[in-house]
């Protein structure tokens, strides 16, 4: 996957796999650490996996 991929997948939202475009994907459960999440993830059309990353970017006060 060149970086070129990377940066489509990402500007996508990760809705489509980065290796070959499909969109059949599977996510394991997310873990979170310090402001971080990772998900591993699996094409069911090509068979890759890769991990997500996401990070904190805002919080909003719940409703009482």
């Known amino acids: 996957m060149g970086m070129t991929d990377k940066a489509m997948y990402i500007k996508a939202k990760g809705l489509a796999c980065p290796f ?4 059949s ?10 402001g971080k999440a990772f998900q591993q993830i ?19 006060i719940a409703a009482a």
């Open 20 to 23: 070959c475009g499909g969109d």
């Open 25 to 34: 994907l599977e996510g394991s459960f997310v873990e979170i650490l310090a």
């Open 42 to 60: 699996a094409c069911c059309e090509c068979g890759n996996t890769w991990q997500d990353i996401y990070e904190l970017v805002d919080m909003e």
